[in-house]
Antibody, heavy 114, light 112 residues
Framework: EVKLQQSGDELVRPGASVKMSCKAS????????MHWVKQSPGQGLEWIGT????????SYNQKFKGKATLTADKSSNTAYMELSRLTSEDSAVYYC???????WGQGTLVTVSS | DVVLTQTPVSLSVTLGDQASISCRSS???????????LEWYLQKPGQSPQLLIY???NRFSGVPDRFIGSGSGTDFTLKISRVEPEDLGVYYC?????????FGSGTKLEIK
């Protein structure tokens, strides 16, 4: 069974960074790309970017360049996303999704507040 | 960026009736390889989005045949025949033809 287990919810201060994880199981991690998606009440669903773990190649939505950094650890079958210089606009649920967005993690809620 | 316009914004349907959702794109979604990367997702309350339809009309594994996707170019439709209680939620169309990938703003399906 394909499963994407995301890390727990985060409460972070403005200006700080946060790094979240997405641990994959039930398939060969390097066989599929991993995408990250933001869901916020004001902006709906937004594609942030994609990482191809096999070759460590990333592509980003221009809107999130400089905000999000995607990495992957093949040894632990885990994808990561780091968000930097957080503001209230970054408060949202963040999802990882595999391949053709066929499987999604349960989401990580990030709340940016002082 | 490609804008996907979904209509209606919300839909109230009697159980057993048909529901229809439109998704109109600001650009053609046919890719140079001949495929059209238009997908449909359902997000049930409190859950992650789940894939229903990929490449316009292909049902994902386990999706009932009550869900029918159609369309081409810039105009796409999702029809749900014989609506059941578990169909409630927000439906999103999504395009992966053009960078950046984009989602529609969603259609909320409620059961009367």
């Amino acid at each position: 069974e394909v499963k994407l287990q995301q890390s727990g919810d985060e409460l972070v201060r403005p200006g700080a960074s946060v790094k979240m994880s997405c641990k994959a199981s039930g398939y060969t991690f390097t066989d599929y790309a991993m995408h990250w998606v933001k869901q916020s009440p004001g902006q709906g669903l937004e594609w942030i970017g994609t990482i191809i773990p096999l070759i460590d190649t990333t592509s980003y939505n221009q809107k999130f360049k400089g905000k999000a950094t995607l990495t992957a650890d093949k040894s632990s079958n885990t994808a990561y996303m780091e968000l930097s210089r957080l503001t209230s606009e970054d408060s949202a649920v963040y999802y990882c999704a595999r391949g053709r967005f066929a499987y999604w993690g349960q989401g990580t809620l990030v709340t940016v507040s002082s | 960026d490609v804008v996907l316009t979904q209509t209606p914004v919300s839909l109230s349907v009697t159980l057993g009736d048909q529901a229809s959702i439109s998704c109109r794109s600001s650009q053609s979604l046919e890719y140079s390889d001949g495929y059209t990367y238009l997908e449909w997702y359902l997000q049930k309350p409190g859950q992650s989005p789940q894939l229903l339809i990929y490449e316009v009309s292909n049902r994902f594994s386990g999706v009932p045949d009550r869900f029918i996707g159609s369309g081409s170019g810039t105009d796409f439709t999702l029809k749900i025949s014989r609506v059941e209680p578990e169909d409630l939620g927000v439906y999103y169309c999504f395009q992966a033809t053009h960078d950046p990938f984009t989602f529609g703003s969603g259609t909320k399906l409620e059961i009367k």
